[in-house]
């Protein structure tokens, strides 16, 4: 049989990185069936290419995973994939959390044949061998023999093999400028973020989270050895084929278990097994000097912190007083001090939060090192304790805001804004943090710093944005540019000055070295 797995596009941005449930999901299919990946977000097809692809492929089974944002999109696929005749199994954080809306048990149309429940792991193989006899059923739980959930170990964990994988669409170097990079950099004419997962589950249970309710508080980890060995298997491959390989490891608290972590990270360091690499840590376990350390040494170069507010209120409204923002400062000069720096997520729309708290915020993130903050209004997740407690107090607006996706648009109303004062909060605290003179005070912020690390720091804010804004067209990238063409300018000039003064070095000493060999 051949399988089609689909990601769709979310129609507003792109992503950075693949998802990892399709090369996971590849990986643990059967032997004798073959797999193709296609993510809209890196090759967009509307409902009638993506059917005339399945129908040129024959292929004869789709899978479909999608976060809450996409599903609608899904949906749509979904139908049209099964007016076609192919049958489609649906997986992911969505169809786990409302199940019976996909299969048409809950008065609305059936988008699906089948769905997959939870972790998939287990179940993918049997799903693929049922469908292969046409005995496809409609729901696939990964159940234990007393009917228990059973969650997958992670050890072992299947190898991928990203080195046959084609990961042609997931390149972050646009096309046309390949050939010159390739020819000019050291391997920049390709580049993948690629993610990994060291471990799964967080016990934390912030209120508007998912991933508590879908892992499970229990963590599993999987061995140093298999994170390791998948390391260095990467950097073969980024090795044998001149390009630059970065990992995002995608668990959801990387270092949840702070003495796994070091563990993990020296395991690392001693295999040589370094690519420069991206996780998510929460800010209360950024504590510990000695894992900062690691974190450098093992080439860590940002890290993803949930601060979601700077109101202690807020935090303690979502469950989440773990944070203590009177230590934000301290945390993320830690980090900066080792040349690591953060991302730093907000949420607008909490209960406590009113008129200007995106100029509070502002103001607080101006006094930290430079780093690149991001922002989301809170969004009700289904089957998250938030959304109970919303819909309980009948505060929900849009209460299947899923089925009618808008981006940045709030599903209920805060206790202390309205829905357009929140979306206009939301609008300036993005404004702000981006704006030509915000990137030019972060640039000068580092400019004690090396020339490199500056471009590449520039170079993160400028695309950055395009994780959650639209920034694909040309006419969008030149406004980009051009907004920011000072600082882009004034880069450039030194680091061409410095280039010439180091070839000039360079001439000087070999001079010398020619007349004491000639002598
Ligand atoms: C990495 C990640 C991202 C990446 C992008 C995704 C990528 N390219 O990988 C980034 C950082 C950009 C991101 C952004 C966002 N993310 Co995110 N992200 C994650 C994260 C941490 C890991 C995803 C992952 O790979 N997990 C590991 C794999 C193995 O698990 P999995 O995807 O669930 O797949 C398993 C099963 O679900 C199942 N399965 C999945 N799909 C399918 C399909 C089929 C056919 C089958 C059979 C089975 C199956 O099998 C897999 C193996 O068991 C998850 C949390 C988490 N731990 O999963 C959040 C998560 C997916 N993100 C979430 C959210 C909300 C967002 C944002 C909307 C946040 C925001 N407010 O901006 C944005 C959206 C950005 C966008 N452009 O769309 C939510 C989604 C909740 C929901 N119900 O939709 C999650 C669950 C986190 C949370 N806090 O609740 N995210
Ligand atoms: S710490 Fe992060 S992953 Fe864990 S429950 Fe809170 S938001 Fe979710």
Redesign the pocket.
Known sequence: MRIL?Y?PD?G???????????F??KTLTPAGHEVLLIDG?ARPMDEKQLVSFIRREKIGLV?????????ARAYRMADAIRAAGVPV??????V??VPDEALGRDGGPRHADAV?L????E??PK?VNDAARGELKEI?APLDETGKERK?SLQPYPEIPWNTMDLDQFDLVPKPIRPLLRRHGAGWGSVHMI?I?SG?GCPYGCE????TG??GDSIRFRSNESVVNELLTLKEHARENRKQVMV?F???NFAINIKRTKSLLRDIIAANAQLPWTA?ISANLLRDEELIDLIAASDGKWV?IGMESIDSANLADVNKSFNKPAEYSAVLNRLAARGIYAITSFIIGLDNDSVGVAARTLREIESWPAGLP?F??L?P??S?PLYQRLLKADRLTRPKHWLDFAPFQMAHTPLKMSIAETHDELNQAWEGSYSPERNARALDSIGDKPIDHRIMHLITRLIFRG??FPQMGKAAWAKLFLANRGLIYKLARESVARFRSSKRAARATVLPMQEIVGR
């Open positions: 797995l990601n979310n507003v941005t792109r992503n950075f990185m693949p998802h990892l449930w399709m996971l999901l977000n899978g479909i995973g999608a976060m809450t944002r996409m599903i199994v649906m997986g992911g954080p969505h786990t959390e997959a939870g972790e998939a792991d179940t993918w799903i696939y997958p993610p997962e799964r508007f989270c998912t991933v879908f892992f995002f995608i668990d959801d998510q993803f991001i989301g209004q969004t997740f289904p998250t994780i959650y």
